[in-house]
């Protein structure tokens, strides 16, 4: 285990070339296996390029990981990460299975017979799809709790990366530097098909305070009922061109096109979302579907990151990252969560979003690894 | 309680008139000629004249206005300027809520009684009316927006927007104001105001909603005992709220989108968050999502829907298992609509129902959260919901309910409104200048259920029926099968008026009350002369019913008790009133209307708010009351009381030749054996077949064997008459509640009066204001007393003491001066109309008559078993009783049928 270990750091080099890490020598594999899409991720040695992922859902990105003062030789590799729709699971099979990531875990000749085969794996799917797993690739998923993968996740990059939160305002990123020594407590709010929403008091320290079942699924699946939607994607896609307002009961459309200046409500504010639908007598074909998905959009965005920030509140927590597929960079998704934030909190507090949103479980469940010399690592 | 149907106002309570004496009502002598003409001579302006504190009327030259057989008849006020309105409306997208005011002119017969009371005891309804509240009734209509004419008519035909003139008989040379202004809240207000000008010549006024909002939570929670409820997996529990600690709170209105309000007072209050997932995506979406072409559709629905096909449960993520470390159940939602997403399915592969149950259950989670989210925030209590979002949808309270609870992990409860459709108009109507409502207390409010309250269920208007004729048709027009009913959507005639005319519908019942848990609106009776009996111990915990119906066994067995008894009811009520093919009629059509009021409860048993014993058999009074039955129990009673009187004198004879102990064991014992006489018990009346009242008067108290099965005699006796050679000092005043009619009253409640007049008590006889059952009434105890004095000394001098005979009352000034040696025997009115009594809610001249007192005696089942039973008072308490009712007897103490309770109670010091 231990050398299996080290050999899984001495592959993430990618800057340092070991004169014994064998180029083609892959790497650790961990999944998070969401109700809706699964995120994989993989370090590789850098002989490993961007080019071999060919997953649909795939996106790559690369994390330099400086060596640090680690007790362990750590070392610079890659950390791929790729996603895969949950219910197109066979291709992510045929993915682990065209990269032989399964057999990474174990790879070395020196690792125990208990510990090959093992996959560190955390989300709902984990239990699911075990058997699937054990079926297609005889490999068996380790089950790694999935809020411990989140917390682990995002303390790890809101500590080791740089840049890695930001704001989104005015569909204008901005970086924000965040002192590691006061990064705790901290609000995570993950998105994912639903949303949990956690406070971070330190490195496994945290409690699931809230959540909502209104989520990234319900985007998904309401919208794709609403407009035949394909993917996800597609649906995101669309919401860029809509405008709410065709579907969106506003407040001037109450108060015959004027404010509620007594309860602070600008005519433009959303006084019921899809509130219009009612009184036209129009069907769904009637409406444009860019329409129903922004307004969707914007209904969900709305309702989580007030929650988000009624629980932040409550708990007295500055800060509140975002996390979770649903976000996927998508500026408006963005835009609508700080937006709302900033709004209920009257500009007191502040969304942010980390660049590595829907990984964080993943992440989390890579970390898990034993001795992976990670926790280590800080951001110089 | 008040019971003060318009139809025989002159032996209302509901006394606002503080003029001159009237002569005894012409209408009385008219009923009971039998006739079936009760046209109303219109009474002289002057005889109600009004004390100038209430401004806002001006009633000189008012008359009634046409035939007074109508439910509402009212009363015009020629001088009355109009731009006073009666009427406020809140109108919203979907439903026109409408509440107005009928007033309630309760000429109250000044007699001789009443006047002596006033100068005895200080009852002055005229002097200590020092606010403006009016007696009159609150009614809550509704109608959907999109059928506006219904409304338009509905108000048109009872000329509510001139102050409630009647449609028939609107004088043509009043004046047509064009200025009149109807205050409406409710984005309607703005888009229909020109319809209104047009049609009804009228102004509308807009009221800000939110003022509106709050102005109505804050009426119904502090005037309506039983406003609030909260409702978990399908119970519903009425939640008393004590005034004084009401504020602050939350007030979460969720219309087409979702406003929650911290109000911290009357008119203080703050929007403090919202959402726009509200009732208008609930519907807007449901609509894109399933085609439904109404709200209702929708929500009815989603009754049959399963959420489990659409939303992703945490159980479909952890392949079934529950994820316990954070406290998830695997049938938890963990993401609504999750599940379509990985279907290859389109939308039309799924059932609408379960697409809008997911819809409800989405919207209704988001919203209790969010609302327990700020109640925490602000370290608010209570968060109760309304608006029309909920509708009273048992799975929209459940889920909202369920929220609350699980984000508070139970240190919250989300409480509901019976109301809460008409907070908005309501708020409109107190934003009228002088309302008067402001001045309400909970006490001055009777909140009553006519006849049409199971078929409509509070959710459509009521059939704005102009006579009983009305009434009777409309009421034969129902199709009853088991408990389920089914009735006619009231429609408008051809003629447009709004009036008349219901057709069978071509829908099928069930789409009237998409939700049986729908609570009834009944109509709101203003009462400002009730008052809180004042020797209750503490009023805050009195609860008057002893016997919780919220049981389905208990509420299952009174049911069957009251519908087993109905028949012979209607024989009698038909009786009463001469067997006319008329009096069968009406006799139906309210055996029709009371089984369907009982149906109604066994399926909804808070329908009509929280349902004890006490409320159903008002109900089964208020019933007959309302098909004009005035007193079904007349002969009966006539003739048992004199038969009972013939025999009181040997009675009183056999009494005086005992010492003062054995006196006063069989005085007790004498008021026990009498209540046995009871019409309202039906093992009662089977024995009345076998013997003479005084046959069986006599056995029923030979068979007193003590002890008896709750027998605080000892006690009570020692009280009376000391131990040894102390003497305890005599009670002051004694207040009597009494019961039955005929031997119960007589031979029972008369002789122990008579005893305590003796030993220098003054006796007060409390009876109900309006006949219920074979109950004797305020009205007819001074006849009784009367002629109970032909035999008596003792009673005369203080029947004369207490102004109750006629001869010795040429001037009661001087009868006072005469008999002040002795001690009055008093008669007052309790406020009442049923054969129970709710101690919170009694008469002002049973308050100011209870001032003085320091004994209270109730007799009979239903004042001190059924209710009061287990009543604490300021003074002592003599509770007596025979239990003729088996069930009644096992569970309240334990025992048999004809078992008697003897239960004193020292004042609690």
């Given at each position: 285990?231990?050398?299996?270990?080290?050999?899984?750091?001495?592959?993430?080099?990618?800057?340092?070339?070991?004169?014994?890490?064998?180029?083609?020598?892959?790497?650790?594999?961990?999944?998070?296996?969401?109700?809706?899409?699964?995120?994989?991720?993989?370090?590789?040695?850098?002989?490993?390029?961007?080019?071999?992922?060919?997953?649909?859902?795939?996106?790559?990105?690369?994390?330099?990981?400086?060596?640090?003062?680690?007790?362990?030789?750590?070392?610079?590799?890659?950390?791929?990460?790729?996603?895969?729709?949950?219910?197109?699971?066979?291709?992510?099979?045929?993915?682990?299975?065209?990269?032989?990531?399964?057999?990474?875990?174990?790879?070395?000749?020196?690792?125990?017979?208990?510990?090959?085969?093992?996959?560190?794996?955390?989300?709902?799917?984990?239990?699911?799809?075990?058997?699937?797993?054990?079926?297609?690739?005889?490999?068996?998923?380790?089950?790694?709790?999935?809020?411990?993968?989140?917390?682990?996740?995002?303390?790890?990059?809101?500590?080791?990366?740089?840049?890695?939160?930001?704001?989104?305002?005015?569909?204008?990123?901005?970086?924000?530097?965040?002192?590691?020594?006061?990064?705790?407590?901290?609000?995570?709010?993950?998105?994912?098909?639903?949303?949990?929403?956690?406070?971070?008091?330190?490195?496994?320290?945290?409690?699931?305070?809230?959540?909502?079942?209104?989520?990234?699924?319900?985007?998904?699946?309401?919208?794709?009922?609403?407009?035949?939607?394909?993917?996800?994607?597609?649906?995101?896609?669309?919401?860029?061109?809509?405008?709410?307002?065709?579907?969106?009961?506003?407040?001037?459309?109450?108060?015959?096109?004027?404010?509620?200046p007594k309860i602070g409500l600008s005519s433009t504010a959303i006084a019921s979302s899809f509130g219009k639908a009612i009184s036209e007598n129009k069907e769904l074909e009637d409406y444009g579907r860019e329409d129903i998905s922004r307004s969707l959009l914007r209904m969900i965005s709305n309702n989580i990151g007030q929650i988000s920030y009624l629980n932040a509140l409550r708990f007295g927590l500055k800060r509140i990252?975002?996390?979770?597929?649903?976000?996927?960079?998508?500026?408006?998704?963005?835009?609508?969560?700080?937006?709302?934030?900033?709004?209920?909190?009257?500009?007191e507090a502040k969304a942010m979003f980390l660049r590595h949103e829907g990984f964080l479980g993943a992440l989390g469940a890579f970390t898990s690894y034993k001795s992976h010399g990670l926790d280590n690592i800080t951001t110089h | 309680m008040a019971g003060l149907t318009e139809d025989h106002p002159q032996i209302g309570i509901d006394d606002i008139i503080d003029g001159s004496e009237q002569k005894l009502n012409e209408d009385?002598?008219?009923?009971?000629?039998?006739?079936?003409?009760?046209?109303?001579?219109?009474?002289?302006?002057?005889?109600?004249?009004?004390?100038?504190?209430?401004?806002?009327?001006?009633?000189?030259?008012?008359?009634?206005?046409?035939?007074?057989?109508?439910?509402?008849?009212?009363?015009?006020?020629?001088?009355?300027?109009?731009?006073?309105?009666?009427?406020?409306?809140?109108?919203?997208?979907?439903?026109?809520?409408?509440?107005?005011?009928?007033?309630?002119?309760?000429?109250?017969?000044?007699?001789?009684?009443?006047?002596?009371?006033?100068?005895?005891?200080?009852?002055?309804?005229?002097?200590?009316?020092?606010?403006?509240?009016?007696?009159?009734?609150?009614?809550?209509?509704?109608?959907?927006?999109?059928?506006?004419?219904?409304?338009?008519?509905?108000?048109?035909?009872?000329?509510?927007?001139?102050?409630?003139?009647?449609?028939?008989?609107?004088?043509?040379?009043?004046?047509?104001?064009?200025?009149?202004?109807?205050?409406?809240?409710?984005?309607?207000?703005?888009?229909?105001?020109?319809?209104?000008?047009?049609?009804?010549?009228?102004?509308?006024?807009?009221?800000?909603?939110?003022?509106?909002?709050?102005?109505?939570?804050?009426?119904?929670?502090?005037?309506?005992?039983?406003?609030?409820?909260?409702?978990?997996?399908?119970?519903?529990?009425?939640?008393?709220?004590?005034?004084?600690?009401?504020?602050?709170?939350?007030?979460?209105?969720?219309?087409?989108g979702v406003s929650m309000i911290k109000v911290d007072g009357d008119g203080k209050f703050q929007r403090v968050s919202g959402t726009n997932v509200g009732g208008g995506t609930y519907w807007g979406l449901g609509k894109l999502l399933t085609k439904c072409k109404s709200f209702d559709e929708l929500l009815e629905l989603s009754q049959r829907g399963d959420n489990r096909t659409i939303d992703m449960l945490v159980g479909d993520?952890?392949?079934?298992?529950?994820?316990?470390?954070?406290?998830?159940?695997?049938?938890?939602?963990?993401?609504?609509?999750?599940?379509?997403?990985?279907?290859?399915?389109?939308?039309?592969?799924?059932?609408?129902?379960?697409?809008?149950?997911?819809?409800?259950?989405?919207?209704?989670?988001?919203?209790?959260?969010?609302?327990?989210?700020?109640?925490?925030?602000?370290?608010?209590?209570?968060?109760?919901?309304?608006?029309?979002?909920?509708?009273?949808?048992?799975?929209?309270?459940?889920?909202?309910?369920?929220?609350?609870?699980?984000?508070?992990?139970?240190?919250?409860?989300?409480?509901?409104?019976?109301?809460?459709?008409?907070?908005?108009?309501?708020?409109?109507?107190?934003?009228?200048?002088?309302?008067?409502?402001?001045?309400?207390?909970?006490?001055?409010?009777?909140?009553?259920?006519?006849?049409?309250?199971?078929?409509?269920?509070?959710?459509?208007?009521?059939?704005?029926?102009?006579?009983?004729?009305?009434?009777?048709?409309?009421?034969?027009?129902?199709?009853?099968?088991?408990?389920?009913?089914?009735?006619?959507?009231?429609?408008?005639?051809?003629?447009?008026?709004?009036?008349?005319?219901?057709?069978?519908?071509?829908?099928?019942?069930?789409?009237?009350?998409?939700?049986?848990?729908?609570?009834?609106?009944?109509?709101?009776?203003?009462?400002?002369?009730?008052?809180?009996?004042?020797?209750?111990?503490?009023?805050?915990?009195?609860?008057?019913?002893?016997?919780?119906?919220?049981?389905?066994?208990?509420?299952?067995?009174?049911?069957?008790?009251?519908?087993?008894?109905?028949?012979?009811?209607?024989?009698?009520?038909?009786?009463?009133?001469?067997?006319?093919?008329?009096?069968?009629?009406?006799?139906?059509?309210?055996?029709?209307?009371?089984?369907?009021?009982?149906?109604?409860?066994?399926?909804?048993?808070?329908?009509?708010?929280?349902?004890?014993?006490?409320?159903?058999?008002?109900?089964?009074?208020?019933?007959?009351?309302?098909?004009?039955?005035?007193?079904?129990?007349?002969?009966?009673?006539?003739?048992?009381?004199?038969?009972?009187?013939?025999?009181?004198?040997?009675?009183?004879?056999?009494?005086?030749?005992?010492?003062?102990?054995?006196?006063?064991?069989?005085?007790?014992?004498?008021?026990?054996?009498?209540?046995?006489?009871?019409?309202?018990?039906?093992?009662?009346?089977?024995?009345?077949?076998?013997?003479?009242?005084?046959?069986?008067?006599?056995?029923?108290?030979?068979?007193?064997?003590?002890?008896?099965?709750?027998?605080?005699?000892?006690?009570?006796?020692?009280?009376?008459?000391?131990?040894?050679?102390?003497?305890?000092?005599?009670?002051?005043?004694?207040?009597?509640?009494?019961?039955?009619?005929?031997?119960?009253?007589?031979?029972?409640?008369?002789?122990?009066?008579?005893?305590?007049?003796?030993?220098?008590?003054?006796?007060?006889?409390?009876?109900?204001?309006?006949?219920?059952?074979?109950?004797?009434?305020?009205?007819?105890?001074?006849?009784?007393?009367?002629?109970?004095?032909?035999?008596?000394?003792?009673?005369?001098?203080?029947?004369?003491?207490?102004?109750?005979?006629?001869?010795?009352?040429?001037?009661?000034?001087?009868?006072?001066?005469?008999?002040?040696?002795?001690?009055?025997?008093?008669?007052?009115?309790?406020?009442?109309?049923?054969?129970?009594?709710?101690?919170?809610?009694?008469?002002?001249?049973?308050?100011?008559?209870?001032?003085?007192?320091?004994?209270?005696?109730?007799?009979?089942?239903?004042?001190?078993?059924?209710?009061?039973?287990?009543?604490?008072?300021?003074?002592?308490?003599?509770?007596?009783?025979?239990?003729?009712?088996?069930?009644?007897?096992?569970?309240?103490?334990?025992?048999?049928?004809?078992?008697?309770?003897?239960?004193?109670?020292?004042?609690?010091?």
């Open positions: 285990m231990e050398v299996g270990m080290r050999r899984q750091l001495e592959e993430r080099e990618s800057k340092i070339m070991l004169p014994n890490q064998s180029a083609d020598e892959v790497s650790h594999l961990a999944v998070d296996i969401g109700g809706s899409l699964i995120k994989v991720v993989y370090s590789s040695s850098n002989n490993n390029n961007e080019a071999d992922d060919k997953g649909k859902k795939s996106s790559n990105d690369c994390v330099g990981i400086p060596n640090g003062s680690s007790d362990y030789p750590v070392l610079c590799g890659r950390l791929h990460f790729a996603k895969f729709e949950t219910s197109k699971i066979n291709d992510c099979l045929e993915f682990i299975s065209s990269k032989q990531l399964h057999r990474c875990g174990g790879w070395h000749q020196e690792a125990s017979p208990h510990d090959k085969n093992i996959i560190k794996a955390t989300g709902g799917g984990a239990y699911k799809f075990a058997d699937l797993f054990k079926e297609k690739l005889g490999v068996s998923l380790d089950k790694v709790d999935e809020m411990d993968c989140l917390v682990a996740g995002s303390n790890f990059l809101l500590k080791t990366v740089h840049p890695e939160a930001f704001t989104y305002i005015d569909g204008r990123e901005e970086y924000v530097q965040i002192d590691h020594n006061d990064l705790y407590p901290y609000l995570l709010v993950n998105i994912g098909s639903g949303v949990s929403m956690i406070k971070v008091d330190g490195d496994g320290k945290f409690d699931r305070v809230s959540g909502t079942s209104v989520g990234g699924g319900t985007f998904w699946g309401l919208g794709k009922l609403l407009t035949k939607c394909k993917s996800f994607d597609e649906l995101l896609e669309l919401s860029h061109k809509g405008n709410n307002r065709v579907i969106d009961m506003l407040v001037g459309d109450i108060y015959g096109g004027g404010d509620y990252f975002f996390g979770g597929f649903f976000i996927r960079g998508h500026a408006y998704t963005m835009d609508t969560i700080s937006v709302a934030v900033h709004f209920w909190s009257k500009g | 009385i002598v008219e009923r009971e000629s039998g006739g079936g003409a009760r046209e109303m001579a219109p009474p002289a302006g002057n005889s109600i004249h009004r004390s100038g504190s209430r401004p806002q009327l001006d009633l000189s030259k008012a008359a009634i206005q046409g035939n007074f057989e109508e439910r509402d008849p009212t009363i015009l006020l020629p001088n009355q300027s109009d731009d006073i309105s009666h009427l406020a409306l809140d109108i919203g997208g979907s439903l026109i809520k409408l509440i107005y005011f009928s007033r309630h002119e309760d000429r109250s017969v000044k007699d001789r009684r009443k006047k002596f009371l006033e100068e005895k005891i200080g009852v002055s309804n005229g002097i200590r009316r020092s606010y403006p509240i009016l007696g009159g009734r609150l009614h809550f209509v509704k109608f959907e927006t999109a059928k506006i004419n219904e409304c338009l008519d509905f108000i048109s035909s009872k000329q509510l927007h001139r102050g409630g003139m009647d449609a028939h008989d609107w004088n043509s040379d009043a004046p047509d104001n064009e200025n009149a202004v109807i205050k409406a809240t409710g984005g309607g207000a703005h888009k229909f105001a020109d319809l209104f000008k047009e049609r009804l010549g009228v102004s509308i006024e807009k009221e800000d909603e939110m003022n509106c909002l709050v102005a109505g939570a804050n009426f119904l929670l502090k005037a309506i005992r039983h406003e609030a409820f909260t409702h978990m997996e399908g119970q519903k529990e009425f939640v008393q709220i004590d005034q004084n600690d009401l504020f602050p709170y939350l007030l979460v209105n969720i219309g087409s993520i952890y392949g079934g298992m529950d994820y316990s470390k954070i406290g998830l159940s695997a049938s938890t939602i963990a993401s609504s609509f999750g599940k379509a997403i990985s279907e290859n399915k389109n939308l039309e592969d799924y059932r609408p129902e379960d697409i809008s149950l997911s819809l409800l259950r989405m919207i209704s989670y988001n919203i209790g959260q969010i609302s327990y989210l700020n109640a925490l925030r602000f370290g608010l209590k209570r968060i109760f919901f309304g608006g029309f979002f909920i509708r009273g949808h048992a799975y929209t309270m459940d889920t909202i309910s369920f929220a609350v609870h699980f984000w508070s992990k139970g240190d919250a409860q989300a409480m509901f409104l019976r109301h809460e459709g008409f907070l908005g108009a309501l708020g409109a109507f107190m934003s009228y200048e002088k309302h008067g409502l402001d001045d309400l207390m909970v006490h001055h409010l009777v909140e009553r259920f006519p006849m049409g309250a199971p078929y409509t269920g509070g959710k459509i208007h009521g059939p704005p029926l102009g006579d009983l004729n009305e009434k009777i048709s409309w009421m034969a027009k129902f199709v009853q099968k088991g408990t389920e009913i089914t009735g006619p959507v009231p429609m408008a005639s051809p003629r447009t008026t709004g009036l008349g005319g219901f057709e069978v519908p071509s829908s099928k019942g069930a789409t009237l009350r998409s939700d049986a848990s729908n609570l009834n609106v009944g109509v709101l009776h203003l009462v400002p002369t009730l008052e809180v009996f004042p020797l209750l111990a503490d009023p805050k915990i009195y609860e008057p019913n002893t016997i919780d119906l919220a049981e389905q066994g208990e509420l299952q067995y009174w049911f069957t008790v009251l519908s087993e008894h109905l028949p012979d009811l209607v024989d009698k009520a038909v009786a009463s009133e001469g067997g006319t093919d008329d009096a069968k009629r009406r006799g139906d059509a309210f055996a029709r209307a009371f089984s369907a009021h009982l149906a109604r409860l066994m399926e909804e048993p808070a329908a009509y708010g929280k349902l004890g014993l006490a409320n159903l058999l008002e109900l089964r009074e208020e019933c007959l009351r309302e098909f004009q039955f005035i007193d079904a129990y007349r002969s009966i009673k006539q003739r048992e009381n004199e038969a009972s009187l013939a025999v009181l004198p040997d009675l009183l004879m056999e009494l005086d030749g005992m010492n003062e102990e054995t006196r006063l064991l069989t005085l007790i014992e004498g008021v026990l054996a009498a209540n046995i006489f009871d019409w309202g018990s039906r093992a009662c009346v089977e024995l009345y077949h076998k013997g003479t009242i005084i046959e069986i008067y006599r056995m029923s108290r030979n068979k007193m064997q003590r002890p008896w099965r709750v027998d605080d005699f000892d006690v009570f006796k020692e009280r009376m008459l000391g131990s040894g050679d102390e003497k305890p000092h005599p009670h002051k005043r004694a207040l009597l509640f009494v019961d039955n009619s005929g031997a119960d009253v007589v031979l029972g409640m008369l002789p122990l009066a008579r005893e305590l007049l003796r030993r220098g008590t003054e006796v007060v006889l409390v009876a109900n204001s309006l006949p219920a059952l074979n109950d004797v009434t305020a009205m007819e105890l001074p006849d009784i007393v009367a002629e109970a004095a032909k035999h008596c000394d003792i009673l005369r001098r203080a029947a004369e003491a207490g102004g109750l005979l006629v001869d010795a009352m040429i001037n009661s000034q001087d009868v006072n001066k005469e008999n002040s040696s002795s001690v009055p025997l008093m008669v007052v009115e309790n406020g009442c109309g049923s054969p129970c009594i709710d101690l919170r809610q009694v008469s002002s001249e049973l308050a100011a008559a209870a001032k003085d007192a320091d004994l209270v005696i109730l007799e009979g089942m239903g004042r001190a078993l059924h209710t009061n039973f287990n009543a604490q008072f300021k003074c002592d308490a003599l509770k007596l009783a025979m239990v003729k009712n088996q069930r009644l007897a096992e569970k309240l103490i334990k025992g048999y049928i004809y078992d008697c309770v003897c239960r004193y109670e020292p004042a609690s010091s």
